[in-house]
């Protein structure tokens, strides 16, 4: 049987007895109900896993000492960030946790033009630090690796500003009537890919001719209209399909 599973901060891994606290710590002693001398599994969010033996424990505290030291090996060969427009309520949140697990290593929240009204700075560090959270309870349950890197807000010119850095940019827009397909055979596959997905009520023209600008692809998620949060899974399941490892169009 696996072991449980543990987040363990990079900056305590050096410590000669690490410890787990706060909910963790009570879930351990409370509900798992481990002991002393059990062993559990850590990941430090940066691709490396650790086996740790409890030496005491307190629904407050547990105290571990780490035995072995390995390399996780769940990340996807291709880095794909998503730059997600702002959606209404909590849609972000319920979001996050899908695409975590799809395997996405950055997530840039931004005001698109049609986004819903800007939140106060304090509202967003709120949400910032909940999105975090969520992030690292998704990488410990589909035990990844690594968690994805999640940017503080942007606005669109901000988005696009950094395209540059990557080999591949696309825009999911629901009035292209192609669908996506794949560049044609490079020497080199796209290693860094940006991707670009829209809010409730899409992205306008000129939102697209500025994305394109920059060297966006356009391209469409099919014939059926789909909600937001439906077209960011489906454009990240799509983009890992051709590029990474959950089919494989492009060979490497």
């Known amino acids: 049987m696996a072991l449980r599973r543990f987040y363990l901060p990079p900056a305590m891994v050096g410590d000669a007895q690490p410890e787990i606290t706060g909910s963790d710590a009570g879930h351990i002693c409370r509900v798992l109900r481990l002991s002393t001398g059990d062993t559990v599994e850590l ?10 033996r409890i030496v005491s424990l307190s629904p407050k505290r547990v105290v571990l000492e780490i035995e072995e030291t390995f390399a996780l090996l769940s990340e996807s060969p291709v880095q794909l960030t998503l730059a997600q427009a702002m959606l209404k309520d909590r849609k972000m949140d319920d979001l996050l946790r899908p ?10 929240p931004f ?12 509202g967003l560090g709120a949400r910032l630090a ?14 990844r690796g690594c968690m994805p890197q999640i940017t503080p807000m942007k606005d669109l010119d901000a988005v696009l500003a950094t395209a540059g850095e990557y ?8 009035e292209t009537p192609r669908p996506f397909v794949p ?5 080199r596959p796209p290693q860094r890919i940006l991707i670009l997905v ?6 306008d023209a000129d939102e697209v001719r500025r994305a394109r600008a920059n060297g966006f692809l356009t ?22 399909y051709c590029f990474g490892d959950m089919g494989g169009v492009v060979k490497r």
């Open 43 to 52: 990941f430090d969010g940066t691709g490396k896993g650790y086996r740790a």
């Open 99 to 108: 695409l975590t697990e799809l395997g996405i290593n950055g997530w840039i």
């Open 111 to 122: 005001y698109a033009a049609r986004s819903v009204p800007v939140a106060s700075a304090k």
């Open 130 to 143: 909940r999105w975090e959270k969520i992030s690292r309870e998704a990488v410990k349950q589909c035990r």
């Open 167 to 174: 080999d591949l940019k696309i825009i999911f827009w629901e």
């Open 183 to 187: 560049p044609e055979k490079t020497a």
């Open 198 to 203: 829209g809010p409730e009520g899409g992205f």
């Open 219 to 240: 391209a469409g998620l099919g014939p059926r209209i789909l909600r937001a949060e439906t077209a960011a899974v489906a454009a990240c399941t799509l983009v890992q």
